[in-house]
C-alpha cells in the first residue's frame, strides 16, 4: 500500500508544486507518508519541503556540499529571474507580509492596476501608460508561470484579478525582506545624498 501511494505522490511533486487545496487526496497521502518521501526522494539528492500550515509542499535541490568532488546533476532547474520579476517577487512578498500583519482574510487578491502601482516607484518614467501597464502584465504572467500568482476565473471591476500564493513565503523569507528594506533605505540615502552636491 505505501509503494503504491508513493507511487502516486512522488510524480506530482516532481512536476511542481502539490497543494493542498488542489489535490485533497494526494496531500493527505503526502502528510501520511512524508517520511518515506523524504528518504525516497532524498536518493535523488532531493529534499521535500513541506508546510502544512500553508498547505503547500514542493522538492528542492539538496545544497552543493563543500567537500564534494562531483555534483550529481541537477533535477530541479534553477531560473534566472530578469530584474522586474525578480522585483515583483520582492515586492509581492512584501505586500503579503503586510496583509498578514493587518490580520486580514487568508487570500491576498491584487489586481494588474494593484501590481502596476506597486512597481512604479522602482521603474523608469515613461510617456506611455498603458505600455507601462502591458509590461508589468508580461511580468505578472512571468510569475504565475511560476506558480507564485494564481490567475482567478472571476474579475475584480472588470479587470483580471490575482491570488498572491503563499509558497512566496518560502522563497522569499522575511530576514530577506528585512535586508531588501536596509538596502533600499540605503539607496534612497545615496540618490538624496547626491541630490545635495
Known sequence: METASLGQVVPLLLRGVLYRDEEER???????LQAAVRDYVGVLSLELYLDEA?????????????????????LVARRQL?????????????KLAE?????????????LDDAAEMMRVFMPAG??????VDQVETHL??????????????????????EVRRIIKAFIDAEWLTELDERLAEYRG???GGDDE
Open 26 to 32: 494526494a496531500w493527505q497521502q503526502l502528510i501520511e
Open 54 to 74: 500553508e498547505g503547500y509542499a514542493f522538492l528542492r535541490g539538496r545544497p552543493d556540499d563543500e567537500g564534494a568532488t562531483a555534483s550529481p546533476p541537477r
Open 82 to 94: 530578469s530584474f522586474p520579476v525578480s522585483l515583483l517577487l520582492a515586492l509581492l512578498r512584501k
Open 99 to 111: 496583509f498578514d500583519a493587518g490580520g486580514n482574510d487568508s487570500k491576498l487578491v491584487m489586481s
Open 127 to 132: 510617456s506611455n501608460e498603458a505600455r507601462f
Open 141 to 162: 504572467n512571468k510569475v504565475a508561470e511560476l506558480g507564485f500568482v494564481r490567475k482567478l476565473r472571476g474579475s475584480r471591476g472588470g479587470e483580471q484579478a490575482y
Open 190 to 192: 545615496h540618490l538624496a
